[in-house]
């Protein structure tokens, strides 16, 4: 009983991680869409300072005052304050894994990457302004930041199930959905990737001619662009088909595989829409902005319902 | 988790802070783009009267109506110079799709920088139209508008500036830029780009 008490407070304290890892993944995307990066030139400070300038007079003589740019450096100021406090949150989460989960390996290895990787990930983000936002660099730092939330919604469902043994009791799984479920993980994964090469494609031609037009950015990713698009209407099939299955044929899902499916369901068709306006309405920021948030929570959900299913291995009723 | 009841409460507040995170995003990204295109008036530009690689006079009128990037430079130095004129190159490539932005190398070493000299640097750094001009003028005149019309060293050759300076289409200085930065060359990208649109 105790061990249920203390499962399900790290379990509060670790979806209050994921969902606050979320809102940084968001906030980075911000920074991406409103083209804040390289809004403080240097790191860990922000031209030379622990809190950004106000004016252009505060600059320390050694940077250029034609990189001031007073919000860009307090967008980019505040993903990096946000960063400190997620970062927290994840050290957090290690130690109370290291704390009351010592012998639960399924907990304690996953949380203990999750702080590694976000102390990586911070130095990581030095690194991409150094690089001035190379590509190849920012498209790191967001795989990262996948990996992170992936670890440390894995670590909250474990906790969950401890906290519920019973939880998929009652449940029956058709056992060919979970491979279907981990299929189309990999497929948004690829998606991931091929988006990210888009994105840089898109940044490359942006560099090499600033005033090429929306439409004209989209023509130089056509092939690949088309690619993503296809790809993406085949995962989203799939997924509403997995998603038809899980929610009829399967015999008393739990509230977690559920309500995931249906969240999994209304997600792919809000990025086949984004995906339809970003093509058609000129890649508006905003929409850019969601278009990579909501991947990642796919990506996320994708990954609750696989570890549902499979902690139902050996009671499946087909 | 457990509770039947409580996930559709979870979806009502998902889905007000997804559209709390909506608006939040959407005024961040205009207050960015309005800033990036506010950029500061410096000066103005003097009256000059200069000659261009060609034989050509070039004064400070044909400034007028097109953005600018203008640098000094001399084509023996051999320590900042080809730098600048690399970045300078890749600026003239990035803009070749438009003939609204120029850009301007002032010699710095009139002795020794010919127009012959001039026309070789240029073909040297693969300038093939009237979008990049080398302009010669007596060093005394060079002198003055480094210091007096740009503010920056008078030290000529070796300790002239390895700023790039951008000009808008009124004659306007709105910027100087480290050619030796790479963020600063991108900030000095996406000003050219934002005055391109006014």
């Given at each position: 009983?105790?061990?249920?008490?203390?499962?399900?407070?790290?379990?509060?304290?670790?979806?209050?991680?994921?969902a606050?890892?979320?809102?940084?993944?968001?906030?980075g995307?911000?920074?991406?869409?409103?083209?804040?990066?390289?809004?403080?030139?240097d790191?860990?400070?922000?031209?030379?300072?622990?809190?950004p300038?106000?004016?252009?007079?505060?600059?320390?003589?050694?940077?250029?005052?034609?990189?001031?740019?007073?919000?860009?450096?307090?967008?980019?100021?505040?993903?990096?304050?946000?960063?400190?406090?997620?970062?927290?949150?994840i050290?957090?989460?290690?130690?109370?894994?290291?704390?009351?989960?010592?012998?639960?390996?399924?907990?304690?290895?996953?949380?203990?990457?999750?702080?590694?990787?976000?102390?990586?990930?911070?130095w990581?983000?030095?690194?991409?302004?150094?690089?001035?936002?190379?590509?190849?660099?920012?498209?790191?730092?967001?795989?990262?930041a996948?990996?992170?939330?992936s670890?440390?919604?894995?670590?909250?469902?474990?906790?969950?199930?401890?906290?519920?043994?019973?939880?998929?009791?009652?449940?029956?799984?058709?056992?060919?959905?979970?491979?279907?479920?981990?299929?189309?993980?990999?497929?948004?994964?690829?998606?991931?990737?091929?988006?990210?090469?888009?994105?840089?494609?898109?940044?490359?031609a942006?560099?090499?001619?600033?005033?090429?037009?929306?439409?004209?950015?989209?023509?130089?990713?056509?092939?690949?662009?088309?690619?993503?698009?296809?790809?993406?209407?085949?995962?989203?099939?799939?997924?509403?088909?997995?998603?038809?299955?899980?929610?009829?044929?399967?015999?008393?899902?739990?509230?977690?595989?559920?309500?995931?499916?249906?969240?999994m369901?209304?997600?792919?068709?809000?990025?086949?829409?984004?995906g339809?306006?970003?093509v058609?309405?000129?890649?508006?920021?905003?929409?850019?902005?969601?278009?990579?948030?909501?991947?990642?929570?796919?990506?996320?959900?994708?990954?609750?319902?696989?570890?549902?299913?499979?902690?139902?291995?050996?009671?499946?009723?087909? | 988790?457990?509770?039947?009841?409580?996930?559709?409460?979870?979806?009502v507040?998902a889905?007000?802070?997804?559209?709390i995170?909506?608006?939040?995003?959407?005024?961040?990204?205009?207050?960015?783009?309005?800033?990036?295109?506010?950029?500061?008036?410096?000066?103005?530009?003097?009256?000059?009267?200069?000659?261009?690689?060609?034989?050509?006079?070039?004064?400070?009128?044909?400034?007028?109506?097109?953005?600018?990037?203008?640098?000094?430079?001399?084509?023996?130095?051999?320590?900042?110079?080809p730098?600048?004129?690399?970045?300078?190159?890749?600026?003239?490539?990035?803009?070749?799709?438009?003939?609204?932005?120029?850009?301007?190398?002032?010699s710095?070493?009139?002795?020794?920088?010919?127009?012959?000299?001039?026309?070789?640097?240029?073909?040297?750094?693969?300038?093939?139209?009237?979008?990049?001009?080398?302009?010669?003028?007596?060093?005394?005149?060079?002198?003055?508008?480094?210091?007096?019309?740009?503010?920056?060293?008078?030290?000529?050759?070796?300790?002239?500036?390895?700023?790039?300076?951008?000009?808008?289409?009124?004659?306007?200085?709105?910027?100087?830029?480290?050619?030796?930065?790479?963020?600063?060359?991108?900030?000095l990208?996406?000003?050219?780009?934002?005055?391109?649109?006014?």
């Amino acid at each position: 009983m105790e061990r249920q008490t203390r499962a399900r407070k790290f379990r509060r304290f670790a979806v209050l991680t994921v969902a606050a890892t979320y809102i940084l993944i968001f906030v980075g995307g911000l920074v991406r869409a409103s083209g804040a990066g390289l809004g403080c030139p240097d790191w860990p400070k922000c031209f030379g300072r622990w809190i950004p300038p106000l004016n252009a007079s505060q600059l320390p003589p050694d940077i250029d005052p034609a990189l001031f740019n007073f919000t860009l450096a307090w967008i980019e100021y505040i993903n990096r304050l946000v960063g400190v406090v997620i970062g927290l949150l994840i050290l957090g989460t290690a130690i109370l894994a290291l704390r009351h989960f010592r012998k639960t390996p399924r907990i304690l290895y996953p949380s203990l990457a999750a702080a590694l990787l976000v102390a990586y990930q911070g130095w990581q983000g030095s690194q991409v302004v150094g690089s001035a936002l190379e590509p190849i660099m920012v498209t790191l730092h967001m795989v990262v930041a996948f990996v992170i939330v992936s670890l440390l919604i894995y670590v909250a469902q474990q906790a969950y199930y401890l906290e519920n043994p019973d939880a998929e009791r009652s449940s029956g799984y058709p056992r060919y959905l979970r491979s279907w479920i981990g299929g189309l993980w990999g497929l948004t994964i690829i998606q991931v990737i091929l988006g990210t090469q888009v994105r840089s494609q898109i940044d490359t031609a942006a560099t090499e001619n600033p005033l090429l037009s929306a439409a004209g950015l989209l023509a130089q990713t056509e092939s690949l662009g088309s690619l993503h698009g296809l790809l993406g209407l085949v995962t989203a099939v799939f997924t509403w088909m997995a998603g038809r299955r899980l929610l009829r044929k399967t015999e008393y899902p739990s509230a977690l595989v559920s309500y995931g499916t249906k969240i999994m369901i209304g997600i792919v068709t809000a990025q086949i829409i984004f995906g339809g306006i970003l093509v058609g309405f000129g890649l508006p920021a905003l929409v850019r902005l969601y278009h990579l948030w909501v991947a990642s929570l796919f990506v996320g959900v994708l990954l609750i319902l696989f570890s549902a299913l499979r902690s139902k291995e050996g009671i499946q009723h087909e | 988790m457990n509770s039947k009841g409580a996930l559709p409460r979870i979806f009502v507040w998902a889905a007000a802070i997804v559209l709390i995170l909506a608006v939040i995003a959407a005024v961040t990204i205009r207050q960015a783009d309005q800033s990036r295109a506010d950029i500061p008036v410096l000066g103005t530009v003097p009256d000059f009267q200069y000659v261009n690689q060609n034989g050509d006079v070039y004064g400070a009128a044909d400034l007028e109506g097109k953005i600018t990037v203008l640098d000094f430079i001399f084509t023996s130095c051999q320590g900042a110079c080809p730098r600048m004129s690399s970045r300078m190159a890749e600026l003239y490539n990035r803009f070749s799709a438009t003939d609204r932005v120029q850009f301007v190398s002032v010699s710095v070493d009139p002795a020794r920088d010919s127009l012959a000299a001039l026309r070789s640097y240029a073909e040297r750094y693969g300038v093939t139209d009237d979008r990049w001009m080398f302009l010669r003028a007596p060093l005394d005149s060079v002198k003055w508008l480094s210091r007096k019309g740009f503010n920056l060293s008078d030290e000529f050759p070796a300790g002239h500036s390895t700023r790039f300076v951008l000009i808008d289409r009124k004659r306007n200085i709105r910027g100087y830029y480290r050619s030796d930065d790479k963020a600063s060359l991108e900030t000095l990208t996406t000003h050219i780009t934002e005055l391109v649109k006014w």
